[in-house]
């Protein structure tokens, strides 16, 4: 029969959980703090403090952990002292706390005072991989890159320990094969069900795939009993993330939309959702959606993200770099923020400023590929292509399939007179994004892609391929001036002189200044009237019947039909991170600088 005085400790701890479980944290830390100075157990300290860490007095509930020295001789009361600090944003106090109980020699057997286990309700394992989680957050802030073998050893310790799986996989510390062995290699606890083990290799997979598309393989065959899960919102947001890297705008908003209507605020599909609006130009979007965040979250990084999306679609730079510069200071871990701070100094030409925010998303995306990628682009715009091919050779080791590296890279083989290796690695892309797509249509942002492996051909001599290629970039984006003055091009070389001028004419009738254009249509022109001019030499007679050979075309004065650079649109994410500024695929190839070489 329990003693009058346990009946009431145990009658007050009643009354807290049931406070706590209500939200009613004020009245859960009065009552458990008289309980605590009534019993004096550990048990009733560790509820106290817990009751200020819920109730956000970090500071408070720190001090009462350290001025009594319960961190020293019992762990959970390290822990969250450690915790209140790192919430605090005080990553070198938390690392002290906890430098000092793991260098002591501490005893947390159980019949040595108190058991971790008996005060948090879970084994040892799941304490000790608690530790090494937040050794890991505190190593992460500091751009410690052992942060990485923290979490791998968390997980290792507890396979439920999420946050440690999403800190590898979504902040991309890790690549996405290392991530696969990962998944492979976890230590499953004794006796662990089999439709456990399935569920838990069911949602890692899941992650998995929402951030390296290429990684995805085969899903995991579920129960009836799990079935379920399927519709879980958490689940559906993996899924729009990976139509996103896919290039499937449309299939991707119609998901996110639905999933934010039954939940405003999900923040697992909210990085989606605002790449795809950025990326849609959905300035009205953004406004609404920027505004909603930052009203209700003025404390969190990412709300100030999408205010820096939204200024970043209006091309208002300065503006954006206001709003990206208040993120990273909020949340300075948001590796995608840096990388749309690093867009939004490139877009105005300030390179320098640019690549030193993409060396920042380096240290903090050790295992993603953009960073790397942007990087190079940014040496290629600034006529380093040793450093650029550096930069694009890494990114294709972190990701050996993904489309954007390989088409940049097969736009450095091309302008190096590489046409071969060139072809083979937009032949690859393109294989790739169809085998990433819903049916064989490819997305409208790899246009260019299609251009450029039309460019490619002319260059092979392929001119009937050439062709074809320009006709679907046509598709996906009618009314490209430069489509048309390369068709023009094209036909002209074939002979086909009448055809040639009418593409041209397109063109001109887009972008009446295109210089190129005009030049190429004057000479087919003088051809057509019975007057083609040989540059060369001028007393020269014309054969009329040969086809129409622009290498004699010297063009002085040309304007380029594609610049190589990165487009304007914000690709976020996230995860793949939100990756924010024009389609890393649409590098035209200039096609102008190269008409000697014809």
Avoid at 190 to 200: F, K, R, T, Y
Avoid at 449 to 473: F, M, P, Q
């Amino acid at each position: 029969m329990e003693s009058p005085t346990t009946n009431l400790y145990n009658n007050i701890r009643s009354v807290i959980s049931n406070y706590t479980s209500l939200a009613q944290f004020e009245s859960s830390v009065f009552w458990s703090d008289k309980l605590f100075s009534i019993s004096g157990l550990p048990e009733d300290g560790l509820l106290y403090a817990q009751c200020l860490y819920r109730s956000g007095q970090y500071h408070r509930a720190s001090h009462f952990i350290v001025s009594r020295e319960l961190h020293k001789v019992y762990l959970p009361f390290c822990l969250l002292a450690a915790k209140c600090h790192v919430d605090a944003g005080e990553f070198t106090i938390a690392s002290e706390v906890l430098d000092a109980v793991l260098a002591s020699d501490v005893d947390f057997r159980p019949g040595a005072g108190c058991s971790p286990s008996t005060l948090l309700g879970c084994p040892a394992n799941r304490s000790k991989s608690d530790v090494l989680l937040l050794r890991g957050r505190i190593l992460e802030a500091s751009e410690n890159p052992e942060a990485v073998n923290c979490y791998r050893e968390a997980l290792a310790l507890d396979v439920y320990n999420f946050e440690a799986f999403r800190r590898l996989t979504c902040n991309s510390l890790i690549r996405g094969e290392e991530c696969q062995e990962l998944i492979d290699s976890l230590s499953w606890p004794p006796g662990c069900p089999e439709d456990e083990m399935l569920m838990i290799r069911f949602l890692y997979h899941s992650k998995l795939s929402s951030n390296y598309p290429e990684q995805s393989g085969t899903p995991e065959t579920l129960p009836e009993l799990l079935s379920p899960l399927t519709n879980n919102l958490e689940v559906l947001s993996d899924v729009a993330n990976k139509y996103f890297a896919n290039s499937d705008l449309r299939s991707c908003r119609k998901l996110t939309e639905a999933i934010l209507r039954m939940e405003p605020y999900h923040m697992a599909t909210l990085p989606a959702h605002v790449a795809t609006l950025t990326e849609s130009r959905d300035s009205n979007g953004l406004f609404y959606l920027a505004h909603k965040l930052v009203g209700l979250y003025p404390g969190m990084g990412f709300s100030w993200y999408a205010v820096g999306c939204y200024y970043y679609t209006l091309s208002k730079f300065e503006t954006a770099r206001m709003m990206l510069n208040k993120c990273v200071t909020l949340d300075p871990g948001l590796g995608a923020a840096w990388l749309l701070y690093g867009h939004a100094f490139a877009q105005e030409g300030e390179h320098d400023q640019a690549l030193t925010q993409y060396f920042t998303s380096c240290k903090l995306m050790t295992g993603s590929h953009l960073p790397l990628l942007y990087v190079g682009l940014e040496h290629r715009i600034t006529n380093n292509p040793k450093l650029a091919e550096r930069f694009f050779s890494q990114a294709l080791e972190a990701a050996p399939n993904e489309p954007c590296v390989l088409h940049e890279m097969g736009v450095d083989a091309f302008h190096n007179r590489r046409y071969e290796l060139a072809q083979d690695r937009f032949l690859a892309a393109l294989r790739n994004i169809r085998a990433g797509c819903q049916g064989d249509v490819v997305p409208e942002r790899w246009e260019s892609l299609l251009n450029n492996l039309g460019h490619v051909s002319r260059k092979l001599g392929k001119l009937d391929t050439a062709i074809g290629y320009h006709e679907d970039a046509l598709l996906l984006s009618p009314g490209n001036p430069s489509t048309y003055a390369a068709l023009g091009l094209v036909y002209s070389l074939q002979g086909e002189l009448e055809t040639a001028a009418e593409y041209l004419h397109k063109c001109l009738s887009v972008k009446r200044d295109d210089t190129f254009a005009l030049n190429l249509l004057s000479a087919i022109l003088e051809s057509l009237s019975n007057k083609q001019v040989d540059f060369n030499d001028p007393n020269e007679p014309a054969d009329l019947t040969a086809p129409f050979d622009t290498s004699d075309v010297l063009l002085h004065d040309i304007s380029k039909l594609g610049e190589s650079n990165i487009d304007n649109w914000p690709k976020a994410v996230p995860q793949r991170t939100l990756q924010t500024r024009k389609p890393l695929n649409e590098s035209d190839i200039d096609v102008s600088m190269e008409i000697e070489d014809l």
